[in-house]
C-alpha cells in the first residue's frame, strides 16, 4: 500500500505546514487545523480554505512544501469553500477580456456625458407646475 502511505505522508506535511496559520487573523482563537478543505493542489503546492469555529470568518491559505521548507500565505475571505473552489476553476482573464472591459467602461462615460448634454440638471430648468 504504497500509495496509501504517500497520501498519508503528504497529508502530514500539509498538516504540519498549516501549523504556520496557528490563530484566526480576526479573533486570534487558535485553529483546530483539521477543519479544513484542500481546493487545489499543484505541484507541492496547497489552496486551503479554513474556517474559524469561534467568529465563522473564513481564509484562504497557500501552503508550499518543497526540498527547502514549508510556507503558507494567508488571506481573509468572504467565500465558502464551495465557491472559492469554482472561482479558482474559471478560465483566466485574457488581454481580450480586459480591453473588452475598457472598452465597456469607455461606453458608459460616453452614455453618461451624452446623457447629461441631453438632460441636463434640474436646477438649470424651471419646475413645470
Ligand atoms: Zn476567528
Redesign the pocket.
Known amino acids: 500500500m504504497q500509495f496509501r502511505d504517500e497520501n498519508k505522508k503528504h497529508h502530514n506535511q500539509l498538516l504540519e505546514g498549516l501549523k504556520l496559520m496557528r490563530e484566526?487573523p480576526?479573533?486570534k482563537?487558535e485553529y483546530k487545523i483539521e477543519r479544513f478543505s484542500v481546493l487545489d493542489e499543484y505541484h507541492g503546492a496547497h489552496l486551503v480554505h479554513i474556517v474559524?469555529p469561534?467568529?465563522a470568518?473564513s481564509i484562504l491559505a497557500l501552503v508550499t512544501i518543497s526540498q527547502f521548507g514549508m510556507s503558507s500565505v494567508g488571506m481573509a475571505t468572504d467565500l465558502s469553500a464551495e465557491d472559492a473552489k469554482k472561482i479558482f476553476q474559471l478560465d483566466a482573464i485574457t488581454d481580450d477580456d480586459v480591453l473588452d472591459f475598457h472598452t465597456m467602461l469607455k461606453n458608459i462615460q460616453t452614455h453618461i456625458f451624452v446623457s447629461k448634454k441631453v438632460f441636463p440638471p434640474s436646477s438649470e430648468h424651471p419646475v413645470r407646475s
Open positions: 484566526c480576526m479573533c482563537n474559524c469561534k467568529c470568518n
